[in-house]
Structure formats: structure tokens, C-alpha cells
């Protein structure tokens, strides 16, 4: 298609090649409603005139009739990775439901394989019909010299990426203590962000007052990481764009949207950021966060245009996210505006999806990934990699724990523990009490670290994950070393995942051989075996809305406030600093 | 100013350079209005806080009660040589009235002097206070082949000047009919745009249907050219956001503004275009335009974000317009909300203007500008230049003319006029009738082009002019050829500007000695002469609004619907044609 010829398209010298008649369009210019046609040429919107306006001739005609009109949603931040499926999988899953863009932080990865990763993702996602955007990660590892990756990216590593296609951004930047504190690293890696004009994503969860004006001041433009509406508001104020989540984790729309709902003039973005493969299926995607958004009281036409064009322009993307003239043609028809509903999927001016099903299979991408690498323990595992020597042989002893709160947020608590030949007897305390160990797994020869760990309603059994915010090291978490040690080594052998175990038998078994947190399966099929999986944690006593993932951010050394680091073992996130766990010795 | 600084700053390890303490923010991402502590660290905002919630320490602090603070008014399109007068003496007029950052169009003068006047445009604005940005005029002239100016820009030059420093767009796309019929040559300018990623103008008063489908699918951004309500919705609905103008020439306040107002969700930018010297000095600058915008509705925050962030965001000036951490540090404090009265003006963290008055001079750049070149007249000025050959000796001849409208629209008229010795008698008839005379003044060689002009209530006189958009040809009208090459004399003679001329005398005479376009004069100066010859013009007869510029509009060929043309004499312009001036010979 060339430009002259989408004119000509346009003024009826030339016929449409798609022509969509008497849909209720949703401007999300005016947040207006109205019937109308709308003309497609090559992968361009050519026209929309009021419905009937023009006797318009087209190759092919929709009638629309009864339908409404959207752009296709954009996600303006997610990790494929966190739906543990390939990018092909991914828009096979999201599209029919009426994600047409993706903006994906491909973080996870990054922390395994480097800058491999981040191909990886990049090319995975090339031909795909989900037009896909790369942010590249700025916090590899999040919180280095606290913790150990599988690679470190430096200023001029993120330089280098942020010049590669379909770059348009710096990723969240997670260290937002580092760039408040003036840390040399962030300070050179935001500042390659702002030479090269890109976007660049914030996080920084409950950060408020001159600490957030600092943040702001450095040049953030946006943020998916809120906890509270009066921080949201704040964000809002300092010109950081919230981006409002709802995903696997987290109800912005629910905890925060009421709050910010009271401002005269309120622009957001939307976005799902982590999305188990179960949600999108039983759930939804963007149509779910949508759908949220109008539930709440949101003119049903400015959600839509939160869920389009607002992100596009954070984004800097010209000619995405709006039903006009010279937008790129990804669209969605609908059957209900509130329900959001999705019949009809377009995208650069394909028909796409239709009741939910794509027309076409996704063919996935032939690109190479070492796999077989990313299970790289120097030590041999053993029964006292999972344990954690108490200073006394009997007696009780203060122990520093973590204990973990709803909403994702943990805090440092101090409990006696009995001991008995030198080791801590959690199962005489009536608490929810279990070990959690980090093993190094990126070719790191430290050893494991072992805390004790409360709050998650954990009974019984073993859980052993690769899939450990953000670093990804081995986390496992359980009450018996010899489960333990069983889950563990069952990772080692299948390439990583997800794995179980209780009084000497392996229980159940996800395997993500892609770098150890991505299947080759589908989503569906995927979504089955974590089912399985989810099952039996929850039998573990487990309460999390995804028992068997319940465990993934508690090494996320950028999360409030008390974590558990590969190198440091117990770790204040706000001060940055080790913790010792036995704090009389 | 280091960015490391700035976050000190913020989070309150260094101190500010400026405090503004309890000014009523205006904060234009939310269109709230709260009191606010306002921190300026060198060029940037460093933070703003809820007024006294903190205790900040700086080096200079300024009690704002019983004021607002907004972001400087930024004028999303404009013509300094509108104004007559030198970037200079332009920043030093409109900075105390509020706006700060201008984004113009040297389009006046690089019709006469080409690159040369775009470069000297760049260069007399190079250190000023008022943020200056360029856009690179892409109809220079704005017809090709249908009349001839003092350079032609192809794509080529276009591209190249869109590298320079401080260019953010293309210029207003005049030439609409140009791009919708497919014209080669604004195709490949329109691409040029495209593919430097910069905004593109649009300029199609008009415009609606289909034809602005076509010319939004061109890749226009933004117009500031509206004429009616429907069209200026139209416009909205197709992603072409409005620019509501407010200068010396139309008010889309008036008459745009409440049609577009009924959409439930509205953006738009603000400017002036052209302003007359005259006009800044007793009526304003974006100052105005705010306040028409307000009395006709608006709520006063959403006019201040229309006059600040809707602008920077449309040219993608990141960091402008906004009073907001990171931003650049351009603020107005005003004493009224409703009626935008600025009293204290801030640019790049510099306390610059005071109750109307700058703090310090603006020094004029040493910059060298050829005007002594740009009266290139190649033929003889004589009596018989300006006249209109009947093509009978005696009797009555159909004469086609130019009529001219209300709200600088003409149409084409055919009158009958007594013919005396082969001479029109216009003084026959009861109506305002004069001649009109376009005279070449760029190196061109062939002659000068007579038609006869009604409407603007002339009963003698004469105006000679060498303002005469867009080519700025010489233009005299009146109804004495003697006057006429009197007055066509005198501004040969000074290189340029106004001269008036009656009975064989030169009545007034204003240089322009810049291109023909520009004074060297303060604004108040200028206006002071400028206000003598309108009172003479006013004298003719001539009713207009500045009656010594009354013609300059005339030989603007996209503007409908009948114009002059320096090579084709009478012009139709919707249909790019010459048209007779006999039409039964």
C-alpha cells in the first residue's frame, strides 16, 4: 500500500479492500458514539463517514449492524513470560479477545538468558498478527550487588537494544530507590533512556512526596506499579501517566481507579502486566480490564480510549489506536459496549478473530533458544542445601522472619522458634510457617540461603519453582529438606518449571524448558497442567489465587518490604540492606 | 543543571534556586487547582508539593498567595512576520503577556528570501527567552505554477531543513487540494514528514467528507485553519486535531467552539497565527485566546491545558507544558483565573517579566539578513503597470471581479462597467470598487496582473503593500494608476512595507525594510505608525479591522474561493484555475 493509493482509497478513486458498514463507532477523539462506515485499505483505515453517507464501493463489506466499533486494545505493559507461553501462543490466546498490541517488557528472560533473551523475544514475536512492541529491561538484575542474574546490562547494553526494531522503550524502572538515591548505574541507564527519546516505564510502588517529585524529576513517564489511590493520585498530579492494572495480580481498577475517579480530567492507561495462562481463559484479557473500568462508573467511551490511544501516545506511537483516517487498521467489533464482548478482531487490516476464534492458525517463529543452558547449578544439590542451621544446638532462639500480607507486601516479624540438635522446629509453632531457599542457578558458586517464611496459610509439602522475581534463580519452599531436595533436582533434570512434592514423592510437575520460565504448549493446554498443579499446592494449605505461583515474588528485592536475595539472604528492600536472621547472635 | 542535581534538589539534599510558595496550582494533567509550593532547580521544575507540606530551603522564594500558576502559554502556531517585527522585538512584546514557548512558521519569509529566511528566522531567535520552534514551510509558494514567489521548496529541502535544530514539524499544508488530488510534488513533501517522524500542519478551511478523510489519511496532525462548526467536528471525529485560533484575523472561539463543544470529550491546542502589533499591545496574545475560551464555558483549568500540554504533546515536545517535576520550568503567576491576567512570567527557571514589564532587555541577535535585495522589481514601474485594459473602446463591458466577504472568504462576481476610451469607469458605478495590482517582485520577468476588487467599502485611495500572501509580491490597489505608481515607488524606493497615496501625494509610508515583511522597530513603535496609515486607509473608505492591511489576503490562492495570482490574473481556487476577466471576449 502506498500512501497515494490510500488517498485515492479514500476520495472513491480506488476501491476499499474492506469496508464496514453501520458500525456504532467509538471515537476516541470526541468519546462520542455514532453509526457509521468505516473503509480499510492495504492495512490502513482509509475513511469513516456516518453510516450510509457514501455509497462506497469495497472489495470486501461487513455489515456491521447491531455491533459497535473500537480500536483494538493496546496492553501498554505486560510480560509474555509471566503467561509462561511463547509470543505465538500469547497472540494466539489474546487476540481473539481483542488485544491487538502488545507492549512487552521481556524482564524475565533477560534475568536468565541476557540480551539473548531479549531477541529471542524480538524475533519470536516478528511476524506474528499482535503487532508486538519491546521495552528493554533497565533493571538486569533488579537490585545488582544485592543480587545475582543470569546477566547484568549496563547503560551502554541498554543503548545498544533501545537502537534494535520495535524498541520503544526503557522498561519499568524497578530500582527506583537508585535513581531517588542518585545511584551512579540507574542514573547512566535513565539517562541513555532520555538521549535516545524513548519512553521510559516506572514502578515504584507506595512512592509518594519528594522521593516520588525525585522520580518524576528524572524523566519517568508512566507507572503500572500502584498500591494505593492516594499514591496514584500523586502520580497522577507529578505527570506520571498511571498505567491502571488488572491482571494475575492486583485490581488497580478496584483499589485505585475510586480514588484518582475524583479528579476533573482523568487520563490513565490499561494494561494486565503478569496474566496466568487460567485468566485469560477463564478471565479475560484487556476486554476484562475494560470491562472493570466501565463497571467502576467510566464512561464506557473514555475506557476504550484508556484501552487505545492513551497508552499509543504515552508510547509515542503515531497513527495506533484510533478508528481514522491514516491509523494503522486494528480494530475490534463488539456486540455489547459494557460487556465488552468481542466478535470481530482486525489487525493492519486482516480479519483476524471472529466468536473467539483466530481464522488462521499462528504458525510459531523458527528462532533458536538455549534451553538446555539455563539450569546452570555449580553445586550439587543436596539435603543441607535446604536448611538453615540454628546458632544453638537446644533451647528457643529469635528468628527474623518473613510474613508475607495480602496485596503482595511482606513485612519483617520476629518469632521464637524451639530447636532441637541444632535445628529450628517450625511444626511445633501454630503457625503457617515453611522454609524458603534460593538456590543460584545462572552458573553463580555462592551457596543457597534459606529463610523462614509465614503468612501463606502453608501446612504441609514442597514447592519448587525457576520462576523466582526477577532473577529467577531456584526457589524452593517447603518444610521437609528431602522434599525439597526431590523438587529441586526433578527441575534440574526436565530444564525448570514448576514442581511438588510431599513425604517422598514427586507430586506433580510443569516443565518450562524455554529458559526455564516459558512452555512450548498452548495456552490452554498449559493452563491444564498448572490446574493440576494449583490443585494439589492448594492442598498444601496454600492460599494464594494461583497457590502453585505463590511463592514467585517473594524474591523481588524491589517489592515492599522484606525479601529473600541469592547473595544476601534476608533482605530489607526499603534500606537495601541484609537482615540476620537470628538477631540476638 | 545535571539531571543528578535536579533529583537532589527534588528530594531536598540541595538546595532550589527558586521557591514560588502558595500560588494556586494549576495542574493540567488533572485539571485540578490547589494550593501548591512550587521548587525550581536551574532549568526544571524540581518538585511541587501541597503548599507547605514541606519545609524547603532555596535560594530565592517567592510568596504567591492569592495568585495562580499555570504553565506558560504555548502558541501551537503563528507567524512572526504577522507582527511585523524581529523574533526579538516579538519575544519582548508577547513574554509579559504569558506565552513562552512559540511555535511558528516562516513561511512569509522564505517566500521572499528561501532557505536564507527560514535560517535567518533560526538564527534571530537563537537565544531569547521565548522558546522558540520552528516548522519548515512546505508551500513555498503555495501553488506552484499558479504564481511565483522569491524561492520553491521541493521535498529535498524540505527534508534537509527538517534536520536542523529547533524544527519540530512540517508548516502548515496549504496546498490541500494538492494532497488530495494526488499532487506529485506535496505527496512527496507530505512523505518527507512522515519520514522524519515530525508533526505535519494541517491548513484546509472547509475541508469536510470525504476530502478530509483523504487528507487526514495523508498523515496530517493538527489545523488551525477552521471556518465552520460541522467542519471543525469533523475534523475532531477524524483524529485532525483543531487548533483554535484567536489573532488579529477570525475567532474560532466565536465561531468554532460551540458547535465542537457539544462532543463529551474535547482536546484541542491554541494559537494565534497572526497577530497585528496593534492587537498584542491592546488586546493580548494567548493571554486572549484563554480568556475567550474560558467566557465561552470552558472550565478555566481545561483552557490552561489547552494552551499548554495539548500543544507540547501534539509537536511531541516532551517535558513542555506543564508545572510538574522534570518539565521544563516555564510558569506564569496570575492574578486573575478567569480573566488570565499574568502578572509574573518564568522561562527555563529565569524570572523574565514582571506586571507587563521585562526585567531585562532583550538583546536583538547580530544577525545578517540581505534586505537591500528583496525589492527585485525587473521591469520598470510605469503609469500603464497599473491599469486594466477594456477590451472595447466605449460602450458597457462583463467584467469578472473579485468579491469580498465577511470572514476573508471572496467569491466571483460579474459586473458591467462603462468603458470610456478603452478605460474602465469604476467611479460610474454605485458600488466600493478599485483595482487591484499584483506587481512581481522577486526576479521575475513577466508583467504585472490587473483585476478589479469590490467589497471593502474603497471610495479613493490608494495602498501599495509589499505584505501579499503568500508569494508577497508588490500589491496595489486603488483606483488612480498615478497614485498607484506613486505609492508602488515609494516602497521600492525604502525596500518595502505600506505606503498610501491619494490626489498625487504620498499620504504614509511604513518600512518594512525585512524582506519587505519586517521592521526593526519595537512592537509599540511599530504600532504607532501602523496606526496612522490605518487612519488614512480608514479614510479611503476601507472597512477591515487593520484597514491598511485589508488586501494582503488576496493573493492567497488556497484560500477560498477567488483570488489574484502574479501569473494567472483572476484565480479560482477550488478549481486551481485561471479565470477571465472579460468573459464575453
Known sequence: MTRKELIQAARGERPLDLLIRNANLINVFTCEIYPADIGIYGERFALT?????CNLEAKQIIDASGKWAAPGFIDAHLHIESSMVTPANYAAAVLPLGTTTAIIDPHEIANVLGKNGVRYMLEASQDLPLRVYLTIPTCVPAVPGKETSGAAFNAEDIQEMLTWERVIAEGEVMDYWGVVNGDMRMQDIVEAGLRSGVTIQGHSPLLVGRELNAYAAAGIDNDHELREGEEGLQKLRAGILPILK????????????????????LEVALCTDDVHPHDILTKGHMDRVIREVIAHGIDPALAYRWASLVGARNYHLKDHGAVAPGYLADMVLLDSLKDVHVTDVFVNGQYIAQDGHLLQPIQEAPVAINAANSMRLQQPLLRETFTLQAPIDEG?????????????????????????NGNLQLAEIDEDLCFLTVVPRHGQTHPAQTVVLKGLGWTHGTLALTIAHDSHNLLVAGHDPQDMLLAAKALQDCGGGIALAHAGKLLGCVELPLAGLMSTKPVEKLAEEIGVVDKIARGFGIKATSPALATVGLTLLVAPHVRLSDTEGLFDTRNQKRVVIFPEF
Open 49 to 53: 463517514l456516518p453510516a450510509g453517507d
Open 246 to 265: 488488572l491482571g494475575s495480580f492486583g485490581n488497580h481498577i478496584r483499589n485505585i481507579l475510586p480514588t484518582i475517579q475524583q479528579v476533573p480530567f
Open 396 to 420: 528457643n532462639v529469635a528468628v527474623n522472619i518473613i510474613a508475607y500480607e495480602p496485596n503482595r507486601l511482606t513485612h519483617l516479624e520476629t518469632i521464637t522458634v524451639p530447636v532441637k
